[in-house]
């Protein structure tokens, strides 16, 4: 829509904007147009409200714990109910451990330590594949293949994501040369002795 | 049974995993008949969220079989099909009384500045999810409902977070009749906020993105006009110059942590893990908004900061609303909505995949390839 009344142009004057259809054309036009029109009708309005729950308690009985549960340190305690997905283990357990205990979520450094953590678990997780009868393999696990069965070209549409993800590549793909250098130069060391 | 794992950024694949256990009295474990990827699960693809762990099963949309229950589950039976919400909640902590659901303070040990949702880090409790054979559901008296006969199950799948949020956005918005409402991002979230716009008196509803495909679905499942940002030279300007220069009276951010448009934003947050989020649709919705405006985020950022453009937000007066969707509280009402028709909560599916080619789900989803906009996983496709 462009401005046309040069006169009495909206927004410069008290005036809103006209809209380019009324409300009868809208409900014609979309269905439920305005059956929440009143904020009542809306579940979470007013923001705060009690509400049966199901909950038969007043605090949750305890899950049991069996070993280590970190927490972060702006809790009072341990939440009545937790996940026991992945518990903590090696080096990168240790870096989470210390930055659950030694900083608040208010802090960066709380999560740039969860962030380095999570990159040594990678790592550590790799080498260990390599041990077991399926290590990782950078290549499938990315889903490459759905290139050829869902592909069809993403260029030419002036897309702007396109741009970054052609070094998407070489970000995720960094590490692993990295590594297979750093073997490869280890190898050689050896070899030489 | 088999799950999906994370083995690091941009990569997953299906591993054999102990099934999980009742490990606390009101516990359930689900059988999945149905999961689907969030966009917000593409964060932890991506390696953005902090402590994401090597071999977490991610998977927060999923609807399912009761296999087994607790001793204290009084709501449930086994063998009922259930729809779970993404939000893990005790029903009654300080927060869970007063209607916050996805602020629940009983759930997640791990931090006191988010709720717990199922597979979705450590940072969100440490809860494995549900693209997988089957699930720990905790609270079974709490969060999953008994699925309505006449509800289709990807249509009760699409109840668990993506319309419940998108239609939660269009609250927050507090959009009055003959309000003009912009939605910046066309994935799911988008599409059903612009659709939820109308059903709360939006004059208009205008949505941003750049995909063709998501666009023309703007246009057609959601009645909405369209502004495709990559064909303007400014998206802002363009905002105004739509709105006769006034700005849109509220702004949804559909879009959060990995918003393209702006290169440098994207590498230092979704690249190089420097930001919570990019936030370029967020500064777009603060500069697209009108002063005294309202801007509601449902798009999903991490814990870290990120380069908000605050200024502006103080200095046009503008209210910023935004949370984790308390899902359950939305179903009522919602249910109502799909049942008179003004839902399909299942049309803007676009893939069906089974579990066993999760790895190509989530390039395909990530990637955008042909013109995916959301993906279901099937469980037991074999």
């Known amino acids: 829509m462009e401005r046309t009344d040069t006169e009495h142009p909206p927004v410069y004057t008290h005036r809103k904007p006209p809209l380019p259809e009324t409300p009868e054309q809208l409900r014609a036009r979309i269905p439920g147009w305005g059956a929440d029109l009143d904020p009542a009708d809306r579940p979470s309005y007013p923001r705060e409200v009690a509400a049966d729950t199901g909950a038969h308690w007043d605090l949750p009985e305890p899950q049991p714990e069996h070993g280590e549960r970190e927490r972060s340190i702006e809790h009072g305690m341990l939440t009545p109910v937790f996940g026991t997905a992945q518990p903590l283990h090696g080096l990168s357990g240790a870096v989470r451990r210390y930055a659950y205990r030694r900083h608040s979520e208010g802090k960066a450094m709380h999560w740039l330590l969860l962030l380095a953590a999570d990159r040594v678990d990678v790592t550590e997780h790799v080498v260990r594949s390599f041990a077991t009868l399926r290590p990782d393999n950078p290549v499938t696990e990315t889903g490459i293949r759905a290139e050829l069965r869902h592909g069809g070209s993403r260029f030419g549409q002036g897309r702007s994501d396109i741009r970054h993800q052609a070094i998407d590549p070489v970000v995720n793909g960094a590490p692993w040369v990295a590594g297979a250098l750093g073997a490869a130069w280890a190898v050689r060391r050896l070899v030489r002795r | ?382």
């Open chain 2, 1 to 382: 049974m088999r799950a999906m794992v994370y083995r690091g950024p941009y990569r997953v694949r299906v591993e054999e995993k102990p099934d999980p256990r009742i490990e606390h009295p009101n516990d359930a474990i689900v059988r999945v008949t149905r999961a689907a990827i969030c966009g917000s699960d593409l964060h932890l693809y991506h390696g953005m969220m902090p402590d994401t762990r090597v071999g977490h099963t991610f998977g927060h949309e999923f609807i399912g079989v009761v296999e087994e229950i607790g001793s204290s589950v009084q709501n449930l039976q086994v063998g009922d099909k259930v729809m779970v919400p993404f939000n893990i909640f005790c029903g009654s902590c300080f927060f869970c009384a007063r209607g916050l659901y996805s602020n629940c303070h009983n759930v997640n040990p791990n931090a006191t500045a988010v709720g717990a949702i199922y597979g979705y880090s450590h940072t969100t409790g440490g809860y494995d999810g549900g693209q997988a054979e089957l699930v720990r559901v905790p609270f079974a008296d709490v969060g999953p409902s008994v699925i309505p006969d006449w509800l289709d199950d990807e249509d009760a799948l699409l109840m668990t977070d993506a319309l419940a949020t998108a239609y939660f956005g269009a609250q927050l918005a507090e959009i009055a009749e003959g309000d003009t409402v912009a939605v910046l991002g066309a994935g799911p979230i988008g599409l059903y906020a612009a659709r939820s716009a109308w059903l709360m008196g939006a004059g208009r509803v205008v949505v941003i993105d750049q995909l063709p495909e998501r666009l023309e679905k703007a246009r057609t499942f959601a009645h909405a006009e369209t502004i495709n940002f990559t064909e303007v030279d400014d998206v802002v300007l363009e905002m105004k110059r739509q709105t006769d220069h006034l700005g849109f009276d509220a702004v949804i951010d559909a879009v959060g942590a990995e918003a393209d448009g702006n290169m440098t934003q994207h590498l230092t947050s979704a690249r190089f893990k420097l930001q919570g989020g990019s936030p370029v649709a967020l500064n777009w919705a603060i500069d697209g908004a009108r002063k005294g405006g309202v801007i509601s985020v449902v798009g999903a950022y991490g814990p870290m900061f990120s380069s908000v453009k605050f200024g502006d937000a103080l200095n046009k007066g503008l209210t910023l609303r935004m949370n984790q969707c308390p899902v359950k509280r939305q179903w009522p009402r919602l249910l109502e909505h799909v049942r008179n028709g003004y839902f399909k909560p299942s049309d803007i599916v676009t893939h069906r995949i089974p579990l066993e080619h999760i790895d190509e789900a989530y390039h395909l989803f990530s990637a955008k390839l042909d013109g995916c906009i959301k993906t279901v996983i099937i469980p037991d496709a074999s």
